[in-house]
């Protein structure tokens, strides 16, 4: 097979899901559905017993040669006809003429690609796994690391790195219960011939369909799905969305990790983000991966909508679509999780650093403590205005906040303030709370 090189996946791709969509994992993915089509077809005494054992001994990888399968697809249009050609030559006359019976190519496809996309899901669920338990840690260790809270990328108000960290835990295991569902609904069988009627399969078919169904792991289903894509649709969206929540991370610390901010850090390591010219660099490169990954896969979902609009009862080139998209997506979604745990695991954090930040601007970041501190005695509005007019001061000037706040305010006005400045640690709110709970959702809703 032709095979066009992914500099992205292969530096920072998933070794397990690459071989879930391999070429060969997706042919034993047909041969398994052939040989459970055999097996539970016999149950339901449409073939012979000793022809379906002979069958599902012929379902094998050493029965097909898949270059030729491969060169007699681009003519068929699709692979599963040399295949159960291919089938057929490696038995005997009796059990040959009893291959892909009643059956048709998408029946075969699809119930592989549920396989698949179960599989998948399984080996996304633990990526994700892997990278809430190294968010956890740092949720755990950093609760009480007072940090900048920024909003519209200023800084807004203090909170701690646990907190912030915390955020995207709790988004982690929301995706982690999507993902446990979404894998229920994609491991569906498809058993219902040319038109979606099992006409050739005759009065067993539904009796054939829950004994495939049951032999595969798969649940059994009384409409056909074959141009209902949504499910398919719904796998993609869910990679598409696991990369999104790993570049959310990534893009957290490559914009902490400014020369200017300097708040954390990737593992270091020989040569690790270097630069071929300029020899101080030290650049984000895991997470400028996922991010890479992430908008990759964004846009590659929208594709799956379209396999959507499939028509009447068989797509015309829309599920051609999914054999391009699907694997990529679960691809570069195992490859994003994977790379954010990583960068997770080994993140440097600088909690000295996040403490100088606070100290920016002469203390503008606790504009709110200073105004929720004064609303008491003045009215919320009026202590706006006040400590809007004090940091104008203090911005215009340099000065420090408090200092502006004395000269704009009178000493009736910041009687009910107490002592100035007020630290950054006071007014954290439910910071350590906040981290708590993330924590104990993640251990215990499992």
Not at 80 to 100: E, F, K, Q, S, Y
Request: hydrophobic share 50%; net charge negative; with cysteine.
């Amino acid at each position: 097979m032709r095979q066009t090189f992914k500099l992205l996946p292969e530096l920072f791709g998933d070794t397990a899901m690459a071989e879930i969509f391999s070429a060969d994992a997706t042919v034993l993915a047909w041969l398994r559905t052939e040989a459970a089509l055999a097996r539970a077809q016999a149950g339901a005494g449409l073939i012979s017993e000793s022809d379906a054992r002979a069958i599902a001994a012929a379902c094998v990888p050493a029965s097909v040669d898949v270059e030729r399968l491969w060169e007699e697809a681009v003519n068929v249009g699709y692979p599963i006809l040399p295949l159960v050609r291919m089938i057929a030559d490696a038995l005997p006359d009796g059990p040959n003429g009893r291959v892909h019976y009643g059956a048709t190519t998408q029946d075969i496809m699809d119930t592989g690609l549920a396989l698949q996309m179960g599989q998948a899901l399984d080996r996304l669920a633990a990526l994700l796994g892997a990278f809430g338990d190294a968010l956890a840690r740092l949720v755990s260790a950093h609760a009480g690391t007072v940090v900048a809270a920024r909003t519209h990328a200023q800084q807004a108000v203090p909170t701690t790195f646990g907190a912030k960290t915390a955020v995207l835990l709790a988004e982690v295991t929301r995706q982690r219960e999507r993902v446990a569902d979404a894998a229920r609904r994609v491991r569906v069988v498809s058993l219902f011939g040319a038109g979606g009627t099992s006409a050739a399969m005759g009065e067993r078919s539904a009796e054939v369909r829950a004994g495939v169904a049951s032999l595969l792991g798969l649940r059994t289903t009384a409409v056909p799905w074959h141009v209902a894509r949504d499910g398919v649709a719904e796998f993609g969206v869910r990679c598409a969305s696991l990369a999104a929540t790993a570049a959310r991370f990534a893009r957290e610390v490559v914009d902490l990790s400014r020369t200017e901010v300097g708040e954390v850090r990737e593992a270091g390591g020989h040569h690790r983000g270097a630069s071929s010219t300029m020899p101080q660099k030290a650049n984000p490169i895991g997470c400028e991966a996922v991010i890479g990954m992430s908008g990759t896969a964004g846009a590659l979902s929208s594709g799956l909508f379209r396999a959507m609009e499939a028509g009447h009862e068989r797509a015309a080139g829309e599920w051609q679509v999914e054999w391009y998209v699907v694997p990529l997506l679960a691809e570069l979604a195992a490859g994003a999780l994977a790379t954010a745990a990583d960068v997770a695991a080994g993140l440097r954090v600088y909690p000295e650093a996040m403490r100088a930040n606070l100290g920016a601007e002469g203390g503008l970041i606790m504009a709110e403590a200073y105004m929720m501190r004064l609303a008491p005695a003045l009215g919320r509005e009026r202590a706006h205005d006040l400590v809007y007019k004090a940091a104008h001061e203090a911005r215009a000037h340099g000065r420090a906040l408090a200092d502006a706040l004395r000269d704009v305010a009178g000493p009736e006005d910041l009687a009910g303030l107490g002592a100035l400045p007020i630290p950054p640690e006071s007014y954290i709110g439910d910071a350590e709370a906040i981290c708590a709970a993330a924590l104990d959702a993640w251990r215990n809703e499992r």
